[in-house]
T-cell receptor
Framework: AQTVTQSQPEMSVQEAETVTLSCTYD???????LFWYKQPPSRQMILVIR??????QNATENRFSVNFQKAAKSFSLKISDSQLGDTAMYFC????????????FGQGTRLTINP | ETGVTQSPTHLIKTRGQQVTLRCSSQ?????VSWYQQALGQGPQFIFQ???????GRGNFPPRFSGLQFPNYSSELNVNALELDDSALYLC?????????????FGPGTRLTVL
């Protein structure tokens, strides 16, 4: 069974700083996707960034980038120039390509950006 | 393009009752998944429907059941409610093509069981 682990329950940084959220996962699959989702107090789960396991190049989306280490099964999220609107719960998630396509989520990291 | 919508927003039930939660998929999406998110936890997969058939299920008892309709909207039914069923229930839809593995979530239904 796949598992996703986020070892940082809470993090807090000042506005404009850079912050990195950690995620490790366990799977015997070779073909899968990894995601970071953001869940603000409004509860809506919003996709931040995704990474295909077959791609060696790390994904980037504006201020958000990942460090994907397939051999180590590590998938961290870096937020540059953090903004107050980045305050939210962040979930790392895994999905295998074959089968039911269910998302497996980590426990989440509560990120607070302070003014 | 209309996003994923869910109803109701909040719901309060008592133990032993039955509840139905509803989800409208994003336009053009034929696959719907349901997740249960307990307070302070990550979402847990309940089941998935593709073209009106259940094609995957997580570790949830049979009193959690669902339906998908020809317009791809979906229902989650929970019978014999227990206190531990109190959670945020999220619906997610996805389509084919380039967005095959990208799921779009609704705002959720907060269920409280007393």
């Amino acid at each position: 069974a796949q598992t996703v682990t986020q070892s940082q329950p809470e993090m807090s940084v000042q506005e404009a700083e850079t912050v990195t959220l950690s995620c490790t996962y366990d799977t015997s699959e070779n073909n899968y996707y990894l995601f970071w989702y953001k869940q603000p107090p409004s509860r809506q789960m919003i996709l931040v960034i995704r990474q295909e396991a077959y791609k060696q190049q790390n994904a980037t989306e504006n201020r958000f980038s990942v460090n994907f280490q397939k051999a180590a099964k590590s998938f961290s999220l870096k937020i540059s120039d953090s903004q107050l609107g980045d305050t939210a719960m962040y979930f790392c998630a895994f999905i295998q390509i074959q089968g039911a396509q269910k998302l497996v989520f980590g426990q989440g990291t509560r990120l607070t950006i302070n003014p | 393009e209309t996003g994923v919508t869910q109803s109701p927003t909040h719901l309060i039930k008592t133990r032993g009752q039955q509840v139905t939660l509803r989800c409208s998929s994003q336009s053009g999406h034929n696959t719907v998944s349901w997740y249960q998110q307990a307070l302070g936890q990550g979402p847990q997969f309940i089941f998935q429907y593709y073209r009106e058939e259940e094609n995957g299920r997580g570790n949830f008892p049979p009193r959690f059941s669902g339906l998908q309709f020809p317009n791809y909207s979906s229902e989650l039914n929970v019978n014999a409610l227990e206190l531990d069923d109190s959670a945020l229930y999220l619906c997610a839809s996805r389509g084919g093509g380039a967005s095959y593995n990208e799921q779009f979530f609704g705002p959720g239904t907060r269920l409280t069981v007393l």
